[in-house]
Antibody, heavy 125, light 108 residues
Framework: EVQLVESGGGLVQPGGSLRLSCAAY????????MSWVRQAPGRGLEWVAN????????YYVDSLKGRFTISRDNARNSLFLQMNTLRAEDTAVYYC??????????????????WGKGTTVTVSS | DIQMTQSPSSLSASVGDRVTITCRAS??????LNWYQQKPGKAPKLLIF???ILQSGVPSRFSGSGSGTDFTLTISSLQPEDFATYYC??????????FGPGTKVGIK
């Protein structure tokens, strides 16, 4: 069974740091772009960051640049999100996700086809 | 950045109804548009990618259409398990890969 399992969430004080991990089972992460997506309580989905297969390309939502860092360890089949200088507004469920691709005759399309169950981050004093 | 909007933000419908949700991009994204379904306390689930391609295993009552800036998700005959929140997401080559604000489909 294909699974992504996040860990590392918890309660942290404002200004603190957390490192989220995502372990993959039944799939080889090194073949895929990967993403982090978050969802604040009662709110919609927010794309956080993407990383390519070898970690040489990374993209972030502008509002998080400089505070969050996405990385991966393909040997450990794992994805990470380092979160620094955390704020109350970073409180959310953080999802690890696989970004798959379909290539057609004329184009290629990316989409998230595998999601973890999420890990909850609460930033509060 | 490309902004995504959805309408309506919520709707009430009955089992068997035809439901249509609209998603609009602030600039053309060709067919780089995905639709997801999310139920409370669960991770999202991919329904449609490339605006109109049904993900494997998704019931055929779901369909997507559109290109450029205007897109539609249609549920041809609403089933009890379809009551959920639906999100569109732009997947063009330009980040951020923004999600729409969501449309909650509730029971009338």
């Amino acid at each position: 069974e294909v699974q992504l399992v996040e860990s590392g969430g918890g309660l942290v004080q404002p200004g603190g740091s957390l490192r989220l991990s995502c372990a993959a089972y039944g799939l080889t992460l090194s073949s895929y772009w990967m993403s982090w997506v978050r969802q604040a309580p009662g709110r919609g989905l927010e794309w956080v960051a993407n990383i390519n297969q070898d970690g040489s390309e990374k993209y972030y939502v502008d509002s998080l640049k400089g505070r969050f860092t996405i990385s991966r360890d393909n040997a450990r089949n794992s994805l990470f999100l380092q979160m620094n200088t955390l704020r109350a507004e970073d409180t959310a469920v953080y999802y690890c996700a696989r970004r798959a691709i379909t290539v057609t005759t004329y184009d290629y399309y990316y989409y998230i086809d595998v999601w973890g169950k999420g890990t909850t981050v609460t930033v509060s004093s | 950045d490309i902004q995504m909007t959805q309408s309506p933000s919520s709707l009430s419908a009955s089992v068997g109804d035809r439901v249509t949700i609209t998603c609009r991009a602030s600039q053309s994204i060709s067919s780089y548009l995905n639709w997801y379904q999310q139920k409370p306390g669960k991770a999202p689930k991919l329904l449609i990618f490339a605006a109109s391609i049904l993900q494997s295993g998704v019931p055929s009552r779901f369909s997507g259409s559109g290109s450029g800036t205007d897109f539609t998700l249609t549920i041809s005959s609403l089933q009890p398990e379809d009551f959920a929140t639906y999100y569109c997401q732009q997947s063009s080559s330009t980040p951020p890969f923004t999600f729409g604000p969501g449309t909650k489909v509730g029971i009338k």
